[in-house]
């Protein structure tokens, strides 16, 4: 009897923190396979690496479970991060340089959200044409050249707040608001009601329109500050910093369980899929792995990752149903 | 709802008139030229590899600013976008515009090839930079050699690097011309001439400052000791930089790499970085409205030539801090 | 018994992690029969008919065909033995057309080897006017009724020759009339040789269609029976394996105040200057063919379509509905006939279901306090009898009945004093309908005005205080408890004028 009880247990923490298995599994092949991958320095290293991306992760966790998502975020952090850059050069305040970012990306944001909700423009493509406008305004605003020499700006991306680097202390207060956000509030709530089934959530009473706005200022807001991070980070202010990571900020969230089908995924999931493929390019980088098989592994793990997710969740759903059914007999 | 869309559409329709100025603009002082002056005013068609590419940008501006100093000469600047359908497409529409010159910086020099030659086909004056086409008849060339651009630093390197050293390479994206050239030069120039060196660490960092951050802060865990950054271009080299700039272990480590950019001399000025060498996108402007210009008045049939590639360090990195300071990439 | 066995399976076992569905099945059906079968929803009739059909792999036992073993791999595999199945829940792709989901996974091929658009015009043209379908061959699915739609799907299932064809509650979506249709076909398909598997919960039905009926009780077959030795009391009895004492819990309830008063609602094209009332306590049904307006007024009512004129009294004050949320704070709420579309988030659980519409109620200070939302809707899932292991389980793997009564639960949350119910009892088994109907009763004492919409007479009569007929977009007329009758509720959905 003990022994089925904690079978149960165990396979139900299987199932439901399955992503979280996959990443102690990966964290523990990592620190066994180079001793270097265990020390705080190299952890606090992928923390801040994969900082820029996570935060722009938690946006996209929000937009996909309510059943959308942003292809524009690479290019609107681009755009808020060089006109951010630029104020700072001008005026040397840093509250006004962030300001800026956020001010630029949330304006892009609502485009956005006035696209996807009264001219009901699919996100996908909505995204897509701002994504290829934002990155446009940022070379033509630059001139297609870095702005360099910005001074105490770095303090954003390369400070600490005691002893923690300002990009985790980001990203740590991100994936707390997220996570508020989702768990904790009518918006949250909303959310995924709407991701889950449009029509029904309508037909709860709930204004589809104001809350996939609002998904999208949040969005904005979190964009935003991962384009100061981003331009800190590099010292420069760059018109073509993070083309593509849109993708990788969706690769986190579908890794860490995010459902395109909307309606499901969470923060820690997001935070979660952001360090698997945070671990895994250190590691490889670490063991010294050919470049080019690089690619084709962080390609197959991700796969394998999903996979076993998947597996493990559908097992779960099936077992519930047997219950029940066992149940009503 | 409608102020909102209205709002958006004069945003937009802004924007592309901002964006409108930068070629339309000389083709409005060109067509006034001929009038005045009685001479024929030649057309030129400059097809940029991609505008949102910075080294490329640079160059399409300095080809513009070179052009003024031209009066027989209107340059129109077309913006590749790093794709080889679009940059193709540009150079059969200026073919079939009747320009009397094209100028044609690849974004991948073979699949450019059959668009050049139709181009000198068609009796166009054609001329390949950065990097140049190799063998096509009739056509010109103007281009910085990038095994030379490495190999100036890697002469020095083979004296300044420390026996048995640990080094670390960061590449541009493979496939490149200018990056496989240069890694090849390091090669042969270099490594192949070290057997002690030993290369602790090597990746691709696509010429991006931020994937050569994330590729540097992993060494540094993995390395107690690394000597040299070799880097294939600046942006990649002050990238590496930006990771060790306040750890003492790697207060003497070298850095090299190739390009000149304005970040790049700041660093040698600041004693941060080593040495450089400087792809002039001036050098590469002035030389290629100089041989247009050669070729469309006839003087010359065909010319292939390359600029300079002077090493950048400590010693004469004023001079070149003085030449951004002009250019306004440095206050 | 000897000779004319088309179908038979043998020791059929099925289990699921943690659940046995299937236990050792044993039955036949009989060439040029209708053989029906009922059970509560769970039962295994589904999960056997998927096993006939290909789509689950059977754990242990034997399908014979003609008395031969076969192996039936897949849906394909199935189909060219013959079988052809029509499912209960419609998963139809709305940008179809007509003829494109006629011949899906079976086009008729050229002699080029590309599919022939020719042949497939010419042959649903034929099909079409053989069944008087006044539709152009490509129109759009989505353009359709949803009866019109489980219509083409049966003759899809038909023009297959297939020799066994299972209908999986084929009447939940169809009219009355389209219901005499679908008998007549399989009258026809029967006397051709065919051998029907019919599932349903509807008695009257059964008894109408049925050669021989099965009776399924959790994953074992419990009686197989000709029709002829049996009643309803002993299907009923022997599928929810008690004796339901009362059909319909009606209780008699004063009648208090006036709730709700519509007045000359009209929307263009759907229906004209629509008037009636509800009273506190009182149930008050909608009766009408499908298309007569019923679903598209409750729509209005709700918030969910604009009415173009007209006027909406509630508890005497005057308001106007734009969306739901206005519908919600002047206290009407609906149920709508179209559960898995309108009604349920599927992936959610069953708190997030229930809350959904009285979000605010719980929020201290912009957080949403969990103890409270769990009490309360803990509380509400048990007034509403929703079976379900936990509030946290996803509301997709309940029971069809449950799923409704987390619905239910969802609008009690909200308290609410209209009621629109429409089609409460679709698609689930008769042990949740008796729920319902209870719950409906225990509403009505609450002083709650009920509006009932459904197309199954014999709810409406057994608990309905008054009924309006609705007819081509009007209401045709009005019945009370006493005058009710079948007839009478026929003759007025039925007139051709207004």
């Not at chain 3, 009505?444 to 007479?457: D, P």
Request: with cysteine.
């Amino acid at each position: 009897m003990k022994t089925s009880n904690m079978n149960k247990i165990w396979s139900d923490i299987k199932s439901k923190y399955s992503i979280f298995l996959v990443l102690a599994v990966l964290f523990i092949i990592c620190s066994v396979v180079n001793e270097n991958f265990l020390s705080v320095n190299n952890l606090s290293n992928i923390s801040r690496q994969i900082s820029v991306v996570t935060i722009l992760a938690f946006g996209q966790t929000i937009l996909i479970i309510s059943g959308m998502l942003d292809l524009s975020s690479g290019s609107v952090l681009a755009l808020a991060g060089v006109l951010s850059v630029s104020v700072y050069t001008m005026t040397e305040s840093l509250l006004l340089a962030f300001l800026v970012a956020i001010i630029a990306s949330v304006v892009c944001n609502i485009i956005n959200g006035l696209m996807v909700t009264k001219y009901k423009t699919p996100p996908f493509i909505a995204t897509l044409a701002m994504m290829t406008m934002a990155r446009g305004a940022a070379l033509l605003y630059t001139n297609g050249q870095n702005i360099y020499q910005i001074g105490d700006y770095v303090k954003f991306g390369q400070g600490s707040i005691l002893g923690i680097p300002t990009p985790i202390v980001f990203m740590a207060i991100i994936l707390l608001v997220t996570w508020y956000i989702l768990k904790h509030t009518v918006l949250g709530r909303s959310v995924y009601a709407i991701g889950g089934n449009e029509e029904a959530a309508n037909a709860s009473g709930i204004n589809v329109n104001k809350i996939k706005m609002k998904a999208f200022i949040i969005n904005g807001i979190f964009v935003g500050i991962a384009g100061v991070i981003f331009m800190s980070r590099v010292n420069g202010g760059m018109p073509n910093g993070a083309i593509g990571f849109e993708f990788h900020a969706l690769t986190a969230a579908v890794i860490g369980g995010t459902s395109f089908t909307g309606g499901i995924g969470t923060a820690i999931g997001t935070l979660a899929g952001a360090f698997i493929v945070g671990f895994l390019d250190n590691i490889m980088v670490l063991t010294r792995v050919n470049s080019y098989l690089q690619q084709i592994i962080r390609g197959a793990i991700i796969a394998l990752a999903v996979i076993y997710d998947i597996w493990a969740k559908t097992k779960r759903t099936k077992r519930k149903l047997g219950n029940i059914e066992a149940k009503s007999k | 709802m409608k102020k909102w869309l209205a709002v958006f559409l004069v945003a937009t329709l802004i924007m592309s008139m901002l964006a409108g100025c930068t070629s339309p603009a000389t083709n409005e002082e060109g067509t006034g030229e001929p009038e005045e002056s009685g001479d024929k005013v030649y057309r030129v068609a400059y097809v940029a590899r991609a505008q949102a590419d910075s080294f490329a940008a640079w160059l399409a501006n300095a080809v513009k600013e070179e052009a003024d100093k031209y009066d027989n000469i209107v340059v129109d600047i077309f913006d590749g976008q790093a794709s080889d359908s679009t940059q193709n497409a540009l150079i059969e529409n200026a073919i079939t515009s009747k320009y009397d010159a094209i100028i044609i910086q690849p974004n991948n020099g073979e699949a450019q090839r059959p668009y050049a030659e139709k181009a000198v086909a068609a009796g166009i004056i054609t001329i390949t930079t950065n990097a140049r086409i190799d063998g096509i008849q009739g056509a010109s060339s103007v281009d910085a050699d990038p095994y030379e651009q490495a190999k100036v630093n890697a002469v020095v390197a083979l004296e300044q690097i420390p026996q048995n050293a640990n080094v670390v390479v960061l590449k541009g994206p493979p496939g490149n011309f200018h990056a496989d050239a240069r890694r090849d030069s390091w090669q042969k120039e270099f490594f192949d001439k070290r057997p002690d060196v030993k290369i602790v660490g090597e990746e691709i960092a696509n010429w991006n400052k931020d994937e050569a951050m994330n590729y540097m802060e992993t060494w540094v865990q993995a390395n107690s000791k690394i000597d040299a950054i070799i880097a294939m271009n600046d942006n990649m080299a002050a990238g590496a930089l930006e990771v060790i700039k306040d750890d003492s272990r790697f207060s003497e480590i070298l850095a090299y790499g190739v390009d000149g950019t304005a970040e790049a001399v700041l660093l040698i000025e600041e004693g941060v970085m080593t040495s450089t060498s400087l792809q002039s996108a001036y050098a590469l402007a002035s030389a290629l409205l100089d041989t247009s210009n050669k070729l469309l008045t006839g003087v010359e049939t065909q010319i292939d030539i390359d600029i300079d590639c002077p090493l950048i360090n400590k010693d004469n990195v004023t001079e070149y801090i003085e030449m951004h300071k002009r250019a306004g990439a440095i206050r | 018994m000897d000779v004319d066995i088309k179908l038979r399976v043998s020791n059929i076992e099925k289990s699921f992690p943690g659940v046995k569905a299937l236990d050792k099945i044993n039955f036949s059906v009989k060439k040029g029969t209708v053989h029906v079968l009922c059970g509560e929803n769970g039962a295994g009739k589904s999960t056997l008919m998927k096993i006939i059909n290909g789509i689950y792999k059977a754990d242990a036992g034997e399908i014979l065909i003609d008395e031969k073993v076969v192996e039936i791999q897949n849906p394909i595999k199935a189909r060219s033995l013959g079988i052809s199945m029509i499912f209960q829940e419609l998963n139809y792709m709305p940008e179809m057309t007509i003829e494109e989901s006629l011949f899906v996974g079976n086009w008729p091929i050229n002699k080029y080897g590309n599919v022939d658009w020719a042949e497939i015009r010419k042959r649903t043209i034929t099909l079409l006017k053989k069944e008087s379908l006044n539709y152009l061959p490509e129109t759009k699915l989505k353009d359709l009724t949803v009866s019109d739609i489980q219509m083409l799907e049966i003759l899809k299932a038909i023009s297959y020759n297939s020799d066994i064809i299972i209908m999986d509650e084929p009447t939940s979506a169809i009219t009355q009339k389209e219901v005499e249709l679908l008998f007549k076909k399989i009258n026809e398909l029967r006397d051709r040789g065919a051998s029907i598997i019919y599932i349903s919960h509807k008695m009257d039905e059964i008894f109408k269609i049925a050669d021989e009926i099965t009776i399924f009780r959790d994953g074992c077959v419990i009686d197989s029976r000709a029709k002829e030795d049996y009643d309803m009391e002993t299907v009923i009895a022997q599928m929810v394996g008690r004796k339901l004492e009362n059909n319909f819990p009606k209780e008699d309830i004063e009648i208090g105040e006036k709730l709700l008063e519509v007045k000359n609602l009209t929307n263009e094209g759907n229906f004209r200057e629509v008037s009636f009332c509800v009273y506190e306590g009182e149930i008050v049904g909608f009766a009408g063919l499908m298309g007569a307006g019923r679903t598209e007024i409750m729509r209005c009512l709700f918030g969910l379509d604009e009415y173009q004129s007209g006027e909406i009294t509630i508890k005497g004050e005057k308001v106007r509905i734009r969306n739901v949320k206005d519908s919600i704070d002047k206290k009407m709420v609906m149920l709508s006939e179209d559960r898995r579309r309108y009604g349920i988030i599927p992936v959610r659980s069953v708190k997030e279901n229930v809350s959904l519409g009285s979000l605010k109620k719980f929020i201290y200070g912009g957080r949403l306090h969990a103890k409270e939302e769990n009490d309360t809707i803990g509380d509400y899932c048990t007034k509403m009898r929703v079976k379900t292991p936990s509030i946290e389980t996803s509301i997709e793997s309940l029971s069809g009945g449950n799923q409704q009564k987390v619905i239910l639960a969802k609008w009690m949350v909200t308290d609410p004093d209209v009621l629109i119910l429409d089609e409460p009892t679709r698609g689930i088994d008769v042990g949740a309908k008796f729920e319902i109907y209870k719950l409906m009763t225990e509403l009505a004492k609450q002083k709650k005005g009920i509006i009932m919409v459904s197309s199954e007479l014999p709810e409406l009569i057994g608990m309905c205080d008054r009924i309006y007929i609705m007819a081509k977009g009007r209401i045709a007329g009005e019945l009370s408890r006493e005058t009710f009758s079948q007839e009478g509720i026929m003759r007025f959905a039925t007139k051709t004028t207004s």
